[in-house]
């Protein structure tokens, strides 16, 4: 067997060439396979098969139900009246596909698999309606096809309840041994157990780390014995948390538990999977330097500045009725300007790139009130009655769709700070720089997950949320995001 080469450009990579793995470990994880398999991972994946047959059943269903209620629906498109089920299904398949609908890890919360289930119909519906379109000039009829779409989430989502109360609960989470037994094999530890997606089954120490004392109740074993550790535990990963890198003779055991089927992770990546934040306190300089822009769709930028100017223009245009009345109330419970934008410098907001820009609000605060020395708490004395139900029901932030269409600001992105703020918190919270790769944002995921922060320690937590979004941004995060917002502001949700 030839000898494996660990990437050169692993950070915890130290020495030369990884050496060969021992034959009596390739021969006891050769029996092991022969003997054992991971009985889990293989109900997932009928699991999986299952669900797709299910839905393809299902379309073919709806559609029926469909064309009765609609006989003549598809009377214009005789082509379109053949091809709509077999159409529909790969349309399906493919929207259900990326929002991982079929991964049956994502089924044990119920409200994402609605969510899930409900944005691939509906975007598979308005895919069908722009081809015909593009293709015949005629669009399908809406009642017809708005039926169809409805009828066939109705069905994903009545299969996947079904699972979800059949299968045991232990068939929903990701069974993880931590590869080390230091601070950072803790920290995941801790992050990560009690939650319902991901059972911890325990630690395993490895050459170059140092265990930690309060880590020897939850150690399974060495390296040595990861192998037959992942068949014993059937486990579906293994996290690399270590502080002090990895032998040759470890990574030829990893790439052994790999071969079998098991997946390995480093604890950065595995942490944002799973928390939707960045372990700020626990990534190098390489993380930093090759942890963004791969991972985003290349059109991504293109389109979503795209939609932050049809979104802006439209909204300012609608809100436009609530301006009125919004400034008139203002004017008569306190004297002063109906908008405010501060004059002071310091009192910028940082933008993409550093870059500095006038924000605008309504006003919620006695005018010539003396300025915060840092943040505004909201029992602050300075802010009007009015001002509070502005703030309450975030009214106060509509003018800044304007700041949205000049491009200072986003629909979602890190919610911007002011010039002194910044300045603070570069000085103190680590990686903080990295909020500027992409605009500030009305909403954000920092937002609806953590709230306004106030406090360094704060600003940290929040953090992790924001580089989240700057690493893995995408359409199908933003739409997660502006619906999380939509449940904050109407109490149905409950940040962190």
């Not at 015949?136 to 989430?153: D, P, V």
């Not at 911890?200 to 880590?215: F, H, M, N, S, Y």
């Not at 014993?232 to 003779?249: F, K, M, P, R, Y």
């Not at 330097?289 to 791969?294: D, E, L, P, T």
Request: net charge neutral; proline share 5%; hydrophobic share 45%.
């Amino acid at each position: 067997m030839s000898s494996i080469q660990r990437p050169s450009e692993d950070p915890s990579a130290v020495g030369g060439s990884v050496s060969a793995a021992p034959v009596a470990v390739i021969e006891s994880a050769q029996a092991l396979a022969s003997t054992r398999g991971n009985v889990r991972r293989d109900r997932r994946r009928q699991i999986t098969y299952m669900l797709l047959l299910l839905d393809i059943l299902g379309v073919c269903v709806a559609d029926m139900v469909a064309l009765l209620a609609f006989p003549n629906a598809l009377a214009d498109h005789p082509t379109l009246n053949q091809m709509m089920v077999p159409l529909y299904m790969v349309l399906a398949v493919i929207f259900m596909g990326q929002l991982e609908a079929y991964s049956v890890l994502k089924l044990y919360r119920l409200r994402p698999t609605i969510w899930r289930t409900a944005f691939a119909h509906l975007g598979t519906a308005i895919a069908i309606n722009v081809l015909t379109i593009l293709m015949t000039r005629h669009g399908i009829h809406l009642a017809y096809l708005g039926s169809l779409a409805t009828m066939c989430w109705v069905v994903s989502v009545g299969f996947r309840l079904m699972v979800r109360r059949w299968e045991g609960e232990d068939i929903f989470q990701l069974r993880t041994l931590i590869l080390g037994a230091g601070e950072s094999a803790l920290f995941l530890k801790r992050s990560i157990e009690g939650g319902p997606q991901v059972l911890i089954l325990g630690l395993v120490t490895c050459p170059r780390d140092k265990a930690e004392p309060e880590a020897k109740p939850f150690v399974l074993g060495d390296a040595e014995d990861l192998v037959e550790l992942t068949y014993a535990q059937e486990a579906d990963v293994v996290v690399i948390a270590t502080s002090n890198g990895l032998t040759d003779h470890t990574y030829a055991i990893l790439s052994l538990c790999a071969e079998r089927g098991v997946r390995v992770e480093r604890m950065a990546e595995f942490y944002e999977q799973w928390l939707m934040m960045v372990p700020v306190s626990y990534v190098n300089q390489g993380w930093c330097v090759h942890g963004f822009g791969y991972q985003v769709e290349p059109y991504y930028d293109y389109i979503h500045r795209a939609i932050d100017i049809v979104a802006a223009t439209i909204g300012l245009v609608i809100f436009a009725l609530l301006y009125i009345p919004v400034g008139l109330a203002i004017k008569l419970t306190s004297p002063g300007p109906i908008l405010f934008s501060p004059d002071n410098p310091r009192f910028f907001r940082v933008g993409i790139r550093g870059r500095q820009f006038r924000i605008y609000k309504f006003r919620t605060m006695l005018h010539n009130a003396p300025a915060p020395i840092n943040y505004t708490a909201d029992d602050d004395p300075r802010i009007t009655k009015i001002g509070k139900l502005l703030r309450k029901t975030k009214i106060d932030e509509l003018p800044q769709l304007w700041n949205v269409l000049m491009g200072d600001m986003s629909l979602i992105g890190p919610r911007p700070l002011s010039v002194c703020e910044d300045e603070e918190m570069l000085q103190t919270v680590p990686l903080q720089h990295l909020r500027r790769v992409v605009r500030p944002g009305l909403t954000g995921l920092g937002q609806v997950t953590f709230g306004t922060a106030n406090t360094p320690e704060e600003h940290l937590v929040r953090l992790q949320s924001d580089l989240y979004y700057v690493k893995h941004r995408s359409l199908a995060l933003d739409i997660w995001i502006l619906a999380q917002t939509l449940f904050v502001c109407l109490g149905l949700q409950k940040r962190r």
